[in-house]
């Protein structure tokens, strides 16, 4: 768990030992994500490190969290700049894209050392914070919602899977074929 005030300090050390935890599972052995390395690879103390996380794994959750809450805002203001104009509301599948692009590596990484849980965790809680916006005609409370939330975080984190396995050269559109596909199958199509 992560503990950050808006304290514009935590947030500057928070934000250095995220660059420092990508840093290490890009470039290094990504076992070697110990307290101690990130410390002192992101320049603060292990006191620090200790007010505002637990344990190495919550800098990586956290890292997730801002990516994927940023994303699903983006969309979200998109979704909201389109109303206000009468404009169609574009597809979130490019918005994805264009995220999942910029943070490759790390994707890719995150995936390679068996940490993808954390990035379906991030995005489940991006969908539960906009849901009002994203989905107005489920109730946040439901249950129909929480399947809707774990089963869309299944079938992306499935996707993204493929996309890190086949080296992140599927298009949009081949991945929306291929999820296509396999729902028509579980629905017995």
């Known amino acids: 768990m992560y503990h950050i005030s808006t304290d514009k300090r935590?947030?500057?050390?928070?934000?250095?030992?995220?660059?420092a935890?990508?840093?290490?599972?890009?470039?290094?052995?990504?076992?070697?994500?110990?307290?101690?390395?990130?410390?002192?690879?992101?320049?603060?103390?292990r006191s620090t490190f200790y007010r505002l996380f637990d344990e190495p794994d919550d800098v990586l959750?956290?890292?997730?969290?801002?990516?994927?809450?940023?994303?699903?805002?983006?969309?979200?203001?998109l979704i909201e700049r389109s109303e206000k104009h009468d404009l169609a509301v574009p597809a979130p599948t490019l918005w994805y894209e264009e995220a999942f692009r910029k943070n490759a590596a790390v994707i890719a990484a995150m995936y390679r050392i068996g940490k993808s849980d954390?990035?379906?965790?991030?995005?489940?809680?991006?969908?539960?914070?906009?849901a009002s916006v994203l989905y107005p005609d489920l109730d946040p409370a439901s249950d129909e919602f929480r399947f809707f939330v774990a089963m869309r975080t299944a079938v992306l984190m499935g996707a993204v899977s493929a996309w890190v396995e086949t080296g992140q050269k599927l298009s949009v559109a081949d991945i929306e074929k291929y999820a296509a596909r396999q729902l028509n199958h579980l629905a017995g199509v």
């Open 10 to 19: 935590e947030h500057k050390s928070a934000d250095a030992l995220v660059a």
């Open 21 to 45: 935890a990508e840093r290490i599972i890009l470039d290094t052995d990504p076992q070697k994500l110990t307290v101690s390395l990130l410390s002192k690879e992101a320049g603060v103390s």
């Open 61 to 77: 959750q956290y890292g997730a969290d801002r990516v994927f809450d940023g994303m699903v805002a983006g969309y979200v203001a």
């Open 118 to 130: 954390i990035l379906g965790n991030a995005h489940k809680a991006a969908l539960r914070t906009f």
